[in-house]
């Protein structure tokens, strides 16, 4: 980046910590979802522990079980980063798009908990060391109503603003759904469910009056 980069970033978040509503919702938003990533590892760890049942995806059944986690991870890793480029110039986007993820992340534990499924057959774990911390360094595989990869392409993809940046967020989508399902990660409706929540989600954070 140049120094006249750099310089337009540091004044456009100073201008947001200037604003207290911005500056007060930015470090709610911050502590909370700092609070939900501690949670996390002893969420999933409890969930891990009961039984589910087995659902018959006849979508699933038609496909071949395959490990696919480099494509899945570098679609989602690539894909966040343009998400935080965005967010450096513009203090807004990333405020939204941090109270949407407080909110998908509360509805993720919500239906967690309610929907009790056992991982479906053939299923092969994705293996990431990045994301390792969120599961406490062990393999996780009944967090899977709503599926948490999906929501989060989904979540990027209504925050991006340019017509170019949304065509690329879409498409991630589509083939990262698609993927998910070659690796027999989730439940077809655990996929499919995940766009129309983080939907939702979008909706009442912007009826909360962010932009």
């Not at 406490?136 to 392409?153: C, E, M, N, P, Q």
């Not at 498409?171 to 499919?192: E, K």
């Amino acid at each position: 980046m140049t120094q006249i980069t750099l310089y337009r970033i540091k004044l456009n978040w100073q201008a947001a910590f200037n604003t207290s509503l911005k500056r007060v919702r930015l470090i709610i938003g911050t502590m909370l979802i700092v609070s939900i990533i501690n949670i996390m590892p002893s969420f999933f760890k409890a969930i891990e522990q009961r039984n589910g049942i087995v659902l018959h995806d006849w979508v699933l059944a038609s496909l071949p079980a395959v490990d696919v986690s480099v494509p899945i991870f570098a679609i989602i890793w690539g894909m966040s980063l343009l998400m935080m480029i965005r967010t450096l110039y513009k203090p807004d986007l990333g405020i939204t798009y941090l109270w949407t993820m407080i909110f998908v992340c509360i509805a993720r534990f919500i239906t967690l908990t309610l929907v009790n499924l056992d991982p479906p057959a053939g299923l092969i774990p994705l293996v990431d060391p990045l994301t390792a911390y969120f599961y406490g360094h062990a393999a996780v595989t009944k967090d899977l109503f709503f599926s948490g990869h999906t929501a989060t392409l989904a979540l990027i993809y209504l925050n991006l603003e340019r017509k170019s940046d949304k065509r690329i967020a879409l498409a991630a989508t589509i083939v990262l759904m698609f993927l998910l399902l070659i690796q027999h990660i989730h439940y077809t409706m655990d996929i499919v469910a995940a766009p129309l929540i983080v939907y939702c989600c979008h909706n009442f954070t912007k009826a909360l009056g962010f932009k």
